[in-house]
């Protein structure tokens, strides 16, 4: 037992009377039947174990109640001389006998349970720290017991709530003056009690009857006092039980838990304060920077990282937008204001990243930081993600969202009074404002942050921003701007045979750099006559190669050209772990395997395009950044998506499918070139025709293209769809607020450049007119003074729909047209009508069907498209095998693999809708089990495992037939247990998979504690006393 006191851990277990006694369940052999040997090998281990007590204590047979209110059913009753109540005695005897007190540092009171009614008779031995329990068994003879020692087992401590052991904490916190006893008293007690063990058992029992006097007393007390106790033990047990984590034992964790706590207020404090002291890792305490260390193996940071985290601005929590090249370190200082704000703010983060792929490698990478800090990390991409948000009770949490995920959790912040709660939005790529749809959502989103919270910072991060004084004025940012790359990246150009180097500083941009000497066969010029073969063999198999094709058919062309000609020695680079990628591929597509990744991944190399289903995608980049696989023939998307760096970037020719290539695609597509700690140098080649020389040389020096809002260009999915929400958030109701708004954003600051014909007065009023038309807003009439009149608007039913499903406005009404349609025959008997009516209205001009099959009936073009999309929806569900339905309906598995995704968003999207109207309250409850469906699409017992980020289909079914088949037994798996269990699996990528499962198994926990703290917490609206009265 610790010198500090006495710790008092109380056991309390209710057991049916069907079930057998502590005696049965834990049977060991009794006085009688032990050999003499066997006794003293017992006494041995007494003297060893230390000072110990014994203290028995013995409780009377519950009696039978019989009344109708037993409210428990066969178990002991609550009354009389109950089993709750033998509890309260020994509380009681514990706290107020003070002929205890001697003894009180050396009793734990570990094990209290109720034996049989007829026989069993129970007492409870407890000896120092170490506890052992003591079973009076009586069969034929009450008056006669046999003292029987019984080793605890180990799983009997998990069966104690958390409550019950906080409870006894806290009384022990409230006694600690029965602990002050000097040594010379312990070695006492402790020889004493060594010469009772060793002595007969009449003289035991003699001590143990001296004791129970006192015991006796204090249970004589009223059953006024007892029953008041007993109701303020079950009061406190359930509030515990609500409230109270399980407790952590290890000293250790805590002493580590309590520096960090004081590191994260020493910071806070720092961090508020006008000092220029930053703390020990900028305003965070020092574990963040041993985590950097430990799981990115980032010791140092760059000398502009230190500059702009340093900024005045940053320090003021100004808005801040920042560039650098790719490959510079832009996201590692986005990630430190995360953490200032998460752990010394304590307020929540947004971070918006363009696509789901980046999303989920982000979701993995800071799990980890997460769990070991105390923050929780949410999905939002996809179906993923929930609104509102749960509301923490202490932990913040960081979303990381997709741009449209983003702006639908900032609406459900805003419409539920919680935007203020979200202290930093981080946008990485945010020269994407620039692009389509996508851009004028993310506009959006910025603009309602701005307007409605003054007290949320936000930063924007990118590498090819031009004209950034429009962004700086409509985020009212701060700009900061470095040349500086960690690799040195070289750029060259190829005509023909020569290759020039590119030179701002030369007359016509480029220096000639060398002739390349090859030796091509004439065969080998006519398939190869850009020289690939030989630009390639320059740098593989030893490093890696990026080769962009215009198209992905091109992709694949190339890639197989290039093994052709390469040496068979090609073939014995890392051939083991080729011929694993090989089989891995076939055991995640049900054996099937691609024919030209079947011929080309035996040489490391291999394609990469939108083709690909995502399980193959990710095993593929898995195997290049391990370096089995060392070259990739790939499109444009591989550039803006998840880091693949390479030693040689090869653009195989300026254009992006039939498009000359802009400056932004170019300077991300050779910015992959250089892997920092890996290269001392980068490079990137572009190949060019003579016809194209002008055009290439005006590519590589003029300036990154300028970024133009698409606001009003992107009519349904922009301005119109802003103003709705407007209106359904009460953030704008009247025509002034709502142009007032409009001249904040990105497109009110560029309207002079953007605007020629008509003003943006004028195009407020008829996006409002266009919406009132629609049926999606109402108009009010508001008379003001002066005889002037001025409108308002609210939203309707079919507008609110429309809006909290993120419903593109061209489809709302033919959503709501066809899903009402439905209500009047709703089929059923298979999932294939609700499949229909969750199909992507947008997917179907994209879709183009042989209707051979159908005779080529005379029927509305879309309709039917769309009905051809959820047939081949219904066959992936029912078949689950994306390879056998892209060979039935003759479609390239990756556009399937798409097809299957913008449904499953689509579902989510349309269960929003119909949330929001009460005739459509039938799909409500349909529709959340076919999202479920589309989101996974794999049978039921993977599903588990698929929602941890990271986990796609192939890796699940490994890891079900590891063992590994729930959440929990992923969260708590070992990483190295894990590499050794599952094929292809690389130490980084299984300490992220638990730590994403540990993540999430974290967040179900707190959402449960949550819904239960909510149901016991006292009603805002409680009808107070005061109340009552003044109306009586």
Known sequence: MD?????????????????????????????????????????????????????????????????????????????????????????????????????????????????????????????????????????????????????????????????????????????????????????????????????????????????????????????????????????????????????????????????????????????????????????????????????????????????????????????????????????????????????????????????????????????????????????????????????????????????????????????????????LVVVDELHMIGEGSRGAILEMTLAKVLYTSKTTQIIGMSATLNNVEDLQKFLQAEYYTSQFRPVELKEYLKINDAIYEVDSKAENGMTFSRLLNCQYSNTLKKMDPDHLVALATEVIPNYSCLVFCPTKKNCENVAEMICRFLSKQYLKHREKEKHEVIKNLKNISSGNLCPILKRTIPFGVAYHHSGLTSDERKLLEEAYSTGVLCLFTCTSTLAAGVNLPARRVILRAPYVAKEFLKRNQYKQMIGRAGRAGIDSIGESILILQEKDKQQVLELISRPLENCYSHLVQEFTKGIQTLFLSLIGLKIATNLDDIYHFMCGTFFGVQQKILLQEKSLWDITIESLRYLTEKGLLQKDTIDKPKEEIQYSF????????????????????????????????????????????????????????????????????????????????????????????????????????????????????????????????????????????????????????????????????????????????????????????????SRSQAKQMVSSAKMLLHEKAEALQEEVEELLRLPSDFPSIAASSEKA
């Open 3 to 423: 010198e500090g006191g006495a710790r008092i851990r109380r056991r309390v277990r209710v057991r049916k009377r069907s079930r057998p006694s502590l005696g049965s369940v834990c049977a060991a052999p009794t006085a009688a039947e032990l050999e003499p040997g066997d006794e003293e090998e017992e006494g041995e281990k007494e003297t060893v174990v230390g000072s110990r007590r014994e203290k028995t204590v013995e409780v009377e047979p519950a009696q039978n109640n019989d009344s109708e209110e037993d409210l428990f059913g066969d178990y002991d009753s609550f009354a009389g001389n109950s089993f709750l109540a033998q509890v309260d005695d020994l509380e009681q005897q514990y706290m107020q006998v003070p002929q205890l007190r001697k003894h009180a540092s050396d009793l734990t009171i570990e094990d209290l349970c109720s034996g049989s009614i007829k026989h069993n008779k129970l007492s409870i031995t407890t000896v120092g720290n170490f506890t052992e329990s003591k079973v009076d068994e009586h069969t034929k003879n009450q008056s006669r017991h046999k003292d029987v020692f019984i080793e605890p087992e180990p799983d009997l401590l998990y069966d104690v709530p958390s409550s019950q052991v906080l409870y006894f904490e806290n009384l022990q916190k409230s006694s600690n003056d029965l602990g002050d006893q000097s040594t010379k008293e312990k070695d006492w007690n402790s020889s004493s009690h060594k010469t009772g063990n060793e002595e007969l058992p009449q003289n035991s029992t003699e001590h143990h009857q001296q004791i129970d006097d006192p015991c006796s007393k204090v249970g004589t007390s009223s059953e006024e006092n007892r029953r008041k106790s007993l109701k303020e033990h079950l009061k406190s047990a359930m509030t515990g039980n609500a409230k109270a984590q399980t407790p952590v034992f290890s000293r250790t964790k805590q002493l580590k838990e309590t520096l960090l706590s004081e590191e994260i207020n020493v910071a806070k404090k720092a961090i508020e304060s006008s000092s220029d002291d930053l703390g020990p890792f900028y305003s965070l305490p020092s574990k963040v920077r041993d985590l950097y260390v430990q799981f990115k193996g980032i010791e140092k940071l760059y000398e502009w990282q230190h500059t702009c985290l340093t900024l005045n601005s940053v320090q003021e929590r100004k808005n801040l937008i920042y560039s650098l090249p790719t490959s510079g370190g832009k996201t590692l200082v986005a990630e430190i204001l995360m953490l200032q704000e998460l752990l010394c703010r304590r307020r929540d983060v947004l971070m918006i990243l363009p696509y789901v792929a980046i999303v989920q490698e982000k979701i993995s990478a800071l799990s980890s930081f997460g769990i070991e800090l105390g923050f929780f990390v949410e999905e939002y991409a996809g179906s993923k993600g929930k609104f509102p948000p749960i509301k923490r009770r202490e932990k913040k949490s960081l979303y990381i969202a997709t741009i449209e995920k983003g702006n639908s959790l900032v609406n459900s912040l805003i419409e539920t009074g919680r935007i203020s709660s979200l202290g």
């Open 794 to 985: 609210h939203i309707t039913k079919l507008g609110r729909a429309s809006f909290k499903g993120t419903i593109d406005l061209a489809y709302c009404d033919i959503l709501y047209r066809d899903l009402k349609k439905g209500l009047e025959g709703l089929v059923l008997e298979s999932l294939l009508h609700l499949i229909y009516l969750t199909t992507p209205y947008d997917m179907a001009s994209h879709c183009d069907p042989d209707w051979m099959i159908y005779f080529r009936q005379k029927v509305d073009k879309d309709i039917v498209n769309r009905l051809y999309l959820s047939f081949v929806l219904y066959t992936l569900l029912k078949e689950a095998n994306i390879w056998s339905v892209s060979e039935k309906f003759n479609m390239p598995r990756g556009y399937i693999q798409s097809l299957l995704t913008g449904a499953a968003s689509f579902s989510s999207c349309v269960l929003h809708f119909c949330e929001e109207l009460e005739e459509f309250w039938v799909y409500r409850a349909l529709l959340v089990e076919l999202t479920k469906k589309l989101t996974y699409c794999v049978k039921a017992e993977l599903i588990p495992l698929m929602e941890v980020t990271g986990v796609l289909e192939g890796r699940a079914k490994q890891l079900y037939n590891a063992g590994y088949k729930s959440l929990t037994h992923l969260a708590n798996a070992n990483p190295e247990v894990l590499i050794r269990t599952i094929d292809h699996l």
